[in-house]
């Protein structure tokens, strides 16, 4: 069992930054592969990113790739997604995700994933 909460997000002008946080309790976070997913008003969830238990090997949604970055400190039990260049496309409730290394789902959506945080609100808008 991991619970997570996620933080770091608000109101951003297009071209900002914003760095989300994922911070993970309960069983050892390095167990558990890591996504990111968001959700826009009136959209589907859709995948962003995601990371491996050692954070050796990372993999992006085209929509991103180039200006996140998915990263993840075991030592201090955290995940992070660094956004750079936003875009007010990129406005929507962005959620951190958790799976052990046994799950079986792909890493690529939401039903691949046991535990989720409550989700942190990202606006990019001028």
């Known amino acids: 069992q991991v619970q997570l909460v996620e933080s770091g997000g608000g109101l951003v002008q297009p071209g900002g930054s914003l760095r989300l946080s994922c911070a993970a309790s309960g069983r050892t976070f390095s167990n558990y592969a890591m996504g990111w997913f968001r959700q826009a008003p009136g959209k589907e969830r859709e995948f962003v990113a995601r990371i491996n238990t050692s954070g050796a090997s990372t993999y992006y949604a085209d929509s991103v790739k180039g200006r996140f970055t998915i990263s993840r400190d075991n030592a201090k039990n955290t995940g992070n997604l660094q956004m750079n260049s936003l875009k007010p496309e990129d406005t929507a409730v962005y959620y951190c995700?958790?799976?052990?290394?046994?799950?079986?789902?792909?890493?690529?959506?939401?039903?691949?994933?046991?535990?989720w945080g409550q989700g942190t609100q990202v606006t990019v808008s001028s």
């Open positions: 995700a958790a799976r052990p290394i046994t799950s079986i789902g792909s890493y690529y959506h939401e039903r691949g994933y046991d535990y």
